[in-house]
């Protein structure tokens, strides 16, 4: 038997009270509650034994000793012989007293099916790579001695199990192992439910949802989903506390409630939040709620999560957020990072997040399936708007394949339905010939497990059932695009851009000007050592279409393709139409995007100017500027070139910020100087000098917000950076740099070879670390360079 209780509170907006015995900020007797062995969760992502399995049977009697996140092999940059097959991952674990306690594992990603086994005793298999699953190991554990869990993991080609292409046809990379968290969770036997694990529709686990939310008041919802597996029937409640930046708590208490014993409930409480800090791209305020159980005056459970108060509404030519009328401005991203696939830690997946914020976005769409939590978690920090999206990419079968599509809708909700930075759902299988059944029915799925007026879904194809077209610029022909699209009541957000239309050469007002161009010259899809031609062309292409995207009047946002090169599986090189590269390295789009924000709307939005040139004898004289300053002076050598106005031509007439062009009349060498105004101020400014011979080098690591995480195993880039004696980089630098760990080798590797040959100017290994307790040396060094070192302090 199902209950679901409805508890009211009796509103007065004028006047903000309760006339129930529930209320904001009241200290009640529930105050002095006693905790009693509530919850624990624990990392379980050390020291586990793994092995490939070789046809069927194990490569040896010798086990590795790894940490979690494990990708199943370390690949090469390029990765064109990916392995798949099955593999092995194996613990013990002491259970001294079970009592009356639960034992879950929830393993957030497995890569892609997985079978799961408690001491020889298989529990579940669960298919799909994307989302997570649960093992409940109670009943199969072993008191007063060691248990083991097993996980077979099978990542061969499964036409079921989507994205269902074949890893030889497909435009990214499934890389094989445990690759995200694993933990260890430990209950009372009435406990909270985790949303996924307990699969009911609108259900299960902790529900947040706010219907009204301005600067006055929030009004909304919390359900909780309570599951009673003791052998008596339960009387509880529900506590909730609300706490925001400033510390102020609201607190709300539902009334007592049994649950039978073997049943379970669903608890409603309403709740307002007087003038609340509403969440947005430019002042992310988020709440940490606390949700507690109390039995007879115990809390027997509790979980904690962060969430955020924001309106959103979408139009058939606008999206709003907060009641302001806000153009989304985004870009594309996979999870994949070089050598370790998809095997990186919650730290670089905040580095990520942080990067795309710094490159001027506010918006991202995860390409082509649900990424970690972690992100999503850095995207709420951060104020990133997300686009959520099932796998899949240009398949789609009836039958199994379907129903796990179908299931992957209901799993990414129900893990990602609290978080503010997620505003559309991409329930559509990418670029995919999805059936209109399918479509219908992925429709009423994701409406039914959110029956709420902010759901939004995302679909590629521009049916009925979706409320918001998503098609990619090249999905429509030149020169118009989707500019004359005209659906009533249809928005669309332009999920790509940039970079196909470009590559077939089928696109694009200034194709004639590109005609003395070399075919790869043209494309966007330019590595760093492409050199300024290259980048160039890709930053003007991504102009052009930008420019493009914002004569649509249906159009309310745009992503780009995409923020970070990277692997595909039917590819021989790599997918370089990243604005910067994979190892995270910019591009000169990078800084044309970064341009596109306005100064002062946030932390990351400064006055920037960036000259996008390296100003060597092979340069063009035609020097570009990109700048979110109303005037830009360039100088060179000291002298004044020219102080002017952005330029205005058919490519950047709708632009925010069009870039500034100067026209120097013959090269000199030395140093270019731009220098950005407001108001007739001086706000910014940007230098670049002609770079002479390789003379030093520069060692430097990739922060991006996050230090090197202190407790669990965590990667991050360390880049050797050519320098001629004055400091500049060398930007046609290919020296090979030799890296080594001269100081805490014992719980640290790099990967990505012991010599690499430096692209433009810099040379970059990925350094990974088991747990940082101890400091860390890194030395680079050169025959014609000589050595340097970096230290890290833990």
């Given amino acids: 038997m199902k209950i679901k209780f409805n508890l009211f509170y009796i509103l007065f907006v004028a006047i903000a009270a309760f006339t129930s015995c529930n209320s904001i900020n009241q200290i009640s007797s529930h105050e002095n509650d006693i905790a009693v062995s509530p919850?624990?969760?624990?990392?379980?992502?050390?020291?586990w034994q793994f092995q490939r399995l070789t046809g069927s049977a194990?490569?040896?009697?010798?086990?590795?000793?790894?940490?979690?996140?494990?990708?199943?092999?370390?690949?090469?940059?390029?990765?064109?012989?990916?392995?798949q097959g099955t593999s092995v991952y194996r613990k013990s674990f002491p259970v001294e007293l079970l009592g009356d306690k639960k034992w879950f594992f929830h393993f957030e990603g497995v890569m892609q099916e997985a079978r799961v086994s408690v001491n020889d005793s298989l529990v579940t298999t669960h298919k799909g790579g994307y989302l997570p699953f649960t093992v409940d190991a109670t009943p199969f554990l072993k008191e007063g001695q060691e248990n083991i869990i097993e996980v077979e993991v099978i990542n061969l080609d499964d036409t079921t199990i989507p994205p269902g292409k074949t890893l030889d046809m497909l435009?990214?990379?499934?890389?094989?192992?445990?690759?995200?968290?694993?933990?260890?969770?430990?209950?009372?036997?009435?406990?909270?439910?985790?949303?996924?694990?307990?699969?009911?529709?609108?259900?299960?686990?902790?529900?947040?949802?706010?219907?009204?939310?301005?600067?006055?008041?929030?009004?909304?919802?919390?359900?909780?989903?309570?599951?009673?597996?003791?052998?008596?029937?339960?009387?509880v409640s529900v506590r909730l506390t609300f706490s925001d930046r400033t510390g102020e708590k609201f607190r709300f208490f539902s009334r007592d409630v049994f649950i039978a014993a073997g049943d379970d409930?669903?608890?409603?409480?309403?709740?307002?939040?007087?003038?609340?800090?509403?969440w947005s791209t430019y002042n992310p305020d988020l709440y940490n709620l606390n949700v507690e159980i109390i039995s007879d005056g115990l809390v027997i459970d509790s979980r904690q999560l962060r969430t955020g108060i924001r309106d959103i509404r979408l139009t058939e030519d606008a999206f709003y957020l907060n009641g302001e009328k806000f153009f989304v401005n985004g870009t594309n991203r996979h999870q994949e990072y070089p050598y370790v696939g998809y095997a990186i830690s919650d730290e670089a997946q905040y580095r990520d997040a942080y990067k795309i914020k710094q490159a001027g976005f506010d918006f991202v769409r995860l390409s082509h399936y649900p990424h970690a939590t972690a992100f999503l978690e850095a995207c709420d920090e951060l104020g990133l708007l997300v686009m959520n999206a099932i796998p899949g990419w240009q398949y789609y079968e009836e039958g199994e394949f379907v129903e796990n599509a179908i299931q992957d809708i209901k799993d990414m909700v129900r893990r990602d339905r609290n978080h503010p930075s997620v505003v559309f759902w991409e329930n559509s299988l990418n670029e995919s010939e999805m059936t209109e059944e399918f479509m219908i029915r992925a429709n009423k799925v994701l409406k039914a497990e959110l029956p709420y007026d902010d759901t939004y879904s995302a679909g590629w194809i521009d049916h009925f059932s979706y409320d918001l077209?998503?098609?990619?610029?090249?999905?429509?022909?030149?020169?118009?695009?989707?500019?004359?699209?005209?659906?009533?009541?249809?928005?669309?957000?332009?999920?790509?851009?940039?970079?196909?239309?470009?590559?077939?050469?089928?696109?694009?007002?200034?194709?004639?000007?590109y005609s003395d161009l070399k075919e790869e010259e043209r494309s966007s899809?330019?590595?760093?050592?492409?050199?300024?031609?290259?980048?160039?062309?890709?930053?003007?292409?991504?102009?052009?279409?930008?420019?493009?995207?914002?004569?649509?009047?249906?159009?309310?946002?745009?992503?780009?393709?995409?923020?970070?090169?990277?692997?595909?599986?039917?590819?021989?090189?790599?997918?370089?139409?990243?604005?910067?590269?994979?190892?995270?390295?910019?591009?000169?789009?990078?800084?044309?995007?970064?341009?596109?924000?306005?100064?002062?709307?946030?932390?990351f939005s400064v006055p920037m100017v960036f000259i996008a040139n390296y100003w060597t004898p092979k340069s063009t004289t035609n020097v570009k500027v990109f700048s979110n300053t109303e005037e830009v002076a360039l100088y060179l050598n000291g002298e004044l070139v020219e102080r002017k106005k952005p330029e205005i031509n058919q490519i950047s007439e709708e632009l925010p910020f069009p870039p500034f062009e100067f026209d120097l009349e013959s090269f000199q060498a030395g140093e270019l100087r731009a220098v950005g105004y407001i108001n007739g101020e001086e706000v910014a400014s940007y230098k670049v000098r002609t770079p002479g011979k390789p003379s030093q080098l520069d060692l430097a690591m990739d922060h991006s917000g996050r230090s090197l995480s202190e407790e669990t195993p965590d990667v991050v880039f360390v880049y050797a950076i050519i320098r001629d004696e004055k400091g500049t980089v060398v930007p046609n630098a290919k020296n090979l740099i030799e890296f080594s760990l001269t100081e805490g080798?014992?719980?640290?590797?790099?990967?990505?070879?012991?010599?690499?040959?430096?692209?433009?100017?810099?040379?970059?290994?990925?350094?990974?670390?088991?747990?940082?307790?101890?400091?860390?040396?890194?030395?680079?060094s050169s025959e014609e360079l000589g050595e340097t070192e970096i230290i890290i302090e833990p």
């Fill in 39 to 47: 919850r624990v969760t624990e990392n379980f992502g050390n020291d």
């Fill in 58 to 83: 194990l490569e040896g009697s010798n086990w590795e000793i790894v940490n979690i996140p494990h990708t199943v092999r370390i690949e090469p940059l390029v990765v064109n012989d990916q392995w």
């Fill in 171 to 235: 435009d990214f990379n499934l890389y094989g192992g445990i690759y995200r968290n694993v933990h260890l969770i430990k209950t009372n036997p009435v406990y909270i439910t985790d949303a996924v694990h307990a699969d009911e529709v609108n259900g299960g686990g902790i529900l947040v949802h706010f219907d009204k939310a301005n600067e006055q008041y929030a009004t909304g919802f919390v359900q909780t989903h309570i599951k009673n597996e003791s052998d008596v029937r339960q009387l």
């Fill in 265 to 278: 409930v669903s608890v409603t409480e309403e709740v307002v939040i007087e003038n609340p800090f509403l």
């Fill in 469 to 513: 077209f998503i098609p990619a610029r090249q999905h429509a022909k030149p020169p118009q695009y989707w500019n004359d699209y005209d659906e009533e009541g249809m928005p669309i957000l332009i999920a790509e851009y940039g970079d196909w239309e470009y590559y077939a050469q089928n696109a694009g007002f200034n194709q004639t000007a």
């Fill in 525 to 603: 899809r330019q590595l760093r050592s492409a050199g300024e031609i290259g980048m160039l062309q890709q930053a003007l292409n991504y102009q052009e279409a930008f420019n493009s995207n914002l004569r649509g009047e249906q159009t309310i946002g745009h992503s780009n393709w995409l923020m970070f090169d990277y692997n595909r599986g039917y590819a021989n090189d790599l997918e370089a139409s990243g604005i910067a590269d994979i190892f995270r390295i910019p591009k000169f789009a990078f800084y044309f995007y970064k341009s596109q924000k306005a100064p002062y709307t946030d932390e």
């Fill in 745 to 780: 080798a014992e719980n640290a590797e790099l990967i990505g070879g012991e010599a690499v040959n430096a692209e433009a100017g810099i040379a970059t290994v990925l350094l990974r670390t088991e747990s940082h307790t101890e400091r860390i040396v890194i030395t680079a």
